[in-house]
């Protein structure tokens, strides 16, 4: 465990939100502030499920009459920031790695560098004697026992961090209706979209527009497209007995190459939308954080290039940097920006469980 | 910047504010050249619309947010019941039945609006809630004007209007510590009241002013205003009145906004520094009230007073921005609060001595009143001794002044000789015609729309 968050970023946070409450303007942005209206007073557990609420969508900062030089000073969108990352710091399990590749992107190029020299040395000095395809150079045997722990290990690893969010705001047993809403709210980014402006303010300041939306919504989906290939991949190998190479019309080719391609694209729009909206109204992790969105883009772009240098010299290159990329991902999964995806569902989950609750609900 | 002294512009607009952007937007969509001089630095711009965050709309039906239906009547109704009658209307009818084509030409020029915010549901019909408030409705208008072409300079004030015989021909404006000499062809005033300015506030109320805070911009000082009049502007309205509230006595001097209102004082007692109630707490419900409340504190001694409420009523009203002083006896509370603990206690006991027994309704008119004490408290009269006691200090929180340029329907400012040939006024510097006195929440936007539309529509008509 880190700072005791009753002394550090929560209590800004908390200083703020009380005047929000004092104010209410906003409430039609996003979900922040009408779950900020169920309370007058905030314990910590509160503003943790505040802060990792907001999707730092900005509308708030730009319609705030109290931003500096006034001196009640807001920056919510900053402050939750502040917050939300203070949280997954707590959260991080083990301890030791809390923001370590979330704030660093150092610390995340060299766990990239080392990865891919390991994939490197692998397909060097571990190349089977036979194999077909990618398995010419690096056996499914090794893949399975590097990627098997690289994958188990960090999603251990969220789970216990997703826990302790979940003891830190106070959830309750979950039921389907509310991962069903969360479900619905995470996959349209209902929290980016402004309410009646239709947009958040992002890389063209007070002027609302969907480039970060959008941006978002193409590595997100590309991700779970990936993701998915990579499942139908696996169950083709251990229950259809259909090992790899796969061909252009199978499942993994089908949702990888589009996925592929939506998370490259994705990826570099979302950090080059990044180096246009200001600074000051997100997180001190800037270099962390365009760090992990140019290793997601990294993933799909040398998974593209591996797919089109099928036959060629460059695969055993290509492979060992694509590995590279995917092992680095995996590793740094519970400490980098892609924890934000665990820990902003409990968020929506939590949230539509309050609703739901309040509502007087019963559906299960 | 651009030496915009070097421009001779169709129309020059004096505050950038709901009114002169409104006015700058008309203008420039009907193909005029225009400059706003915004006084304010870029973060402070827009006047009070910054801190606004409805517009009081006529509607036939269902409109946009808006609910049901709102018919002019009852909205002129609403405005006579505030002011006391003290109203011209001709102009306040031109507003009422204007707002319902404004809303939306509001929303075909970026703004959004959103529901009736939480604990505001007794507005959802006759008030359209920006969303996020007047800042963003700020916001959207300085994007359209940029769109537009039109040329907006911040931290630009205007010390004269050039008049001759009976027409403007140009301004004086500092600039960067600069003076300029800006020319234009038409004018128009949208630079607001002069509650900034606490000297002229001391000279119309006398010293108590200085007592004051100002819950408004600063940044409207009355500048334009009084050299307006000096050369013989018609005026109209008292200089005494203005939308004057009690806010929370700890509030900033300056700028404080929405955050520093007290919606409790209908739950609770409220005494002076003597600790002497001297007015119906409970005459009627706090949106109706609220505006009456500035005008009684600054009467009592030092311009303060305190609202006392006990533990049932600590979850009854919006929050407050600063947590109340807190004590487990009445005495105690007092002498926290900086008044005799004594006398509040002999107050209070007396006050919960004359509560009756029946139901309290805190959302409606719940006629539970005190008997034989002066003044009643008509509603909401429950006994206070239920520990912990709270107190807040309230001042009055002066947002805008009426005092103004006296205008026709056309917007046109009235001068010694008749009217201007090519000076508009709208928004607060002209909002005194139509408020004589008291407040209709929502309505200074409506006065700033509408007038600001036709007054840009009727200064680029003019240099055509």
New interface residues.
Partial sequence: MLDNPSTTATAEARRQI??C?????????CAVF?AM?RQ?AFADGDMTQLANLCHNCR??Y???????????AVNLPAALAEARQDSWDRFAWPGVFAGMFQRRAGAMIAVLIAAIALLFGMALWLQPESGEGFYAYLSHGIMVALFTPAFLFPVLALAIGVRRYWNEVGGEPVHFADLRQAGIDAASLRNLS????GACNFEAE??FTNARKHAHQAVMWGFLLCFGSTTSATIMHYFLDWSAPYGPLTPPKLLGVPGGILMTIGAGYLAWVKTKADPSLGAKAFGGEVAFTLLLGAVGATGLALYAATGTGAVPALLAIHLGCVLAFFLTTPYSKMAHGAYRFAALVREAQIKRQSRGGTES | MRDVSKTIWDVIVVGGGNAGLCAAIEAAEAGAKVLILEVAPK?YRGGNS??T?NFRCMHQGPLS?LTGDYDPDEYYDDLLRVTGGKTDETLARLAINTSESCLPWMEAHGV????S???TLSLSRTNA????????LV?AYY?TCADLGVEAVYEAEVTHISLEDGAFTGLEAIINGETYDIEGRALVLASGGFQGDLDWLADAWGPAARNFLIRGTPYNRGVVLRDMLDQGAVSVGDPTQCHAVAIDGRA?KF?G???T?LDCVPFSVVVNKDGERFYDEGEDVWPKRYAIWGRLVAAQPDQVAYSIIDAKSA?LF????FPPETADTIEGLGQKLGISGTKLRETVEAFSAACADGDFTPTELDGLATNGITPAKTNWARPITEPPFYGYSLRPGVTFTYLGLKVDQTARVAGPDGDLLNVWAAGEIMAGSILGQGYLAGFGMTIGTVFGRIAGQEAAKHVG
């Fill in positions: 009380e005047i409450n004092a104010c209410r303007y906003c409430e039609g942005y009408p209206t007058r509308g708030c730009y319609a705030c009459q109290y931003t500096e030089p006034h001196e009640f402004g309410g009646q402006a007070d002027r | 973060p910054r801190h965050r947010v959004r609006f959103q529901p915010l939480s604990g809630f920006f969303l996020g408030g007047g800042k963003a916001n994007n900033p700028d906004g929405i955050v209102r979850e919006m929050p407050s921005v």
